[in-house]
């Protein structure tokens, strides 16, 4: 049940990107459930895509379990095709998977992806580029205990060394191993840019991939 406007807290919100699909290791589900019950030990708020099934559902769940407010939003689409975390304290309907991701960026103060599919990887690219071109200082953090991700970062290093992006660029996400670690990263996050300005645009230039 959606609680009443006036009951929702006002404190920092993470967003959680992470696999719907029912195929994975149930390790991936296990590792959303404790990323939610820390989430939720921390006074947070979590964000995530609005789905019931996978570590999308799992992080949700373990979220509400210890006491914290979950905002789920999902495409149209997906709602229809009843995968809906309808228990979610606010579940907000989208378009599609566009506006879904930007009032998903707009209501979050940071970002933690964890091992998922390529919506998971279009996620954590479209945040990673848009914080490398100075649209936002929120920290942006990857989870992968298992280095299934390794493959992209990888690849990442690879196109630095081939002038194609930027260390500075490269570096804009910390990559982590354990659920702690991430959520540490996140606070020295928010400590970092907390008197952050906002670039001028010859910066910003600077910034480019």
Do not use: N, Y
């Given at each position: 049940?959606?609680?009443?406007?006036?009951?929702?807290?006002?404190?920092?919100?993470?967003?959680?990107?992470?696999?719907?699909?029912?195929?994975i290791?149930?390790?991936?589900?296990?590792?959303?459930?404790?990323v939610?019950?820390?989430?939720?030990?921390?006074?947070?708020?979590?964000?995530?895509?609005?789905?019931?099934?996978?570590?999308?559902?799992?992080?949700?769940?373990?979220?509400?379990?210890?006491?914290?407010?979950?905002?789920?939003?999902?495409?149209?689409?997906?709602l229809?095709?009843?995968?809906?975390?309808?228990?979610?304290?606010?579940?907000?309907?989208?378009?599609?998977?566009?506006?879904?991701?930007?009032?998903?960026?707009?209501?979050?103060?940071?970002?933690?992806?964890?091992?998922?599919?390529?919506?998971?990887?279009?996620?954590?690219?479209?945040?990673?580029?848009?914080?490398?071109?100075?649209?936002?200082?929120?920290?942006?953090?990857?989870?992968?205990?298992?280095?299934?991700?390794a493959?992209?970062?990888?690849?990442?290093?690879?196109?630095?060394?081939?002038?194609?992006?930027?260390?500075?660029?490269?570096?804009?996400?910390?990559?982590?191993?354990?659920?702690?670690?991430?959520?540490?990263?996140?606070?020295?996050?928010?400590?970092?840019?907390?008197?952050?300005?906002?670039?001028?645009?010859?910066?910003?230039?600077?910034s480019?991939?």
């Amino acid at each position: 049940m959606v609680r009443p406007p006036d009951a929702v807290p006002v404190v920092p919100a993470l967003c959680v990107f992470c696999a719907s699909s029912e195929r994975i290791d149930p390790r991936h589900r296990e590792l959303a459930a404790e990323v939610g019950t820390a989430v939720a030990a921390r006074g947070w708020t979590l964000v995530s895509g609005g789905g019931s099934v996978s570590s999308m559902g799992a992080v949700a769940r373990a979220a509400r379990a210890a006491g914290g407010w979950t905002v789920g939003v999902i495409p149209r689409a997906l709602l229809d095709l009843e995968v809906a975390d309808h228990d979610a304290d606010e579940l907000v309907v989208s378009a599609d998977m566009r506006e879904r991701k930007g009032e998903m960026d707009r209501r979050s103060d940071a970002f933690l992806t964890l091992p998922g599919g390529l919506g998971t990887l279009e996620e954590l690219l479209e945040i990673w580029v848009s914080s490398t071109l100075g649209m936002h200082t929120k920290p942006v953090v990857v989870l992968d205990p298992w280095h299934d991700l390794a493959p992209l970062r990888a690849a990442v290093d690879t196109l630095v060394r081939s002038g194609f992006v930027r260390a500075a660029s490269a570096a804009r996400v910390t990559w982590t191993t354990s659920v702690e670690d991430a959520l540490q990263a996140v606070e020295a996050g928010w400590a970092a840019h907390a008197d952050a300005a906002v670039p001028a645009p010859e910066e910003l230039l600077e910034s480019e991939p």
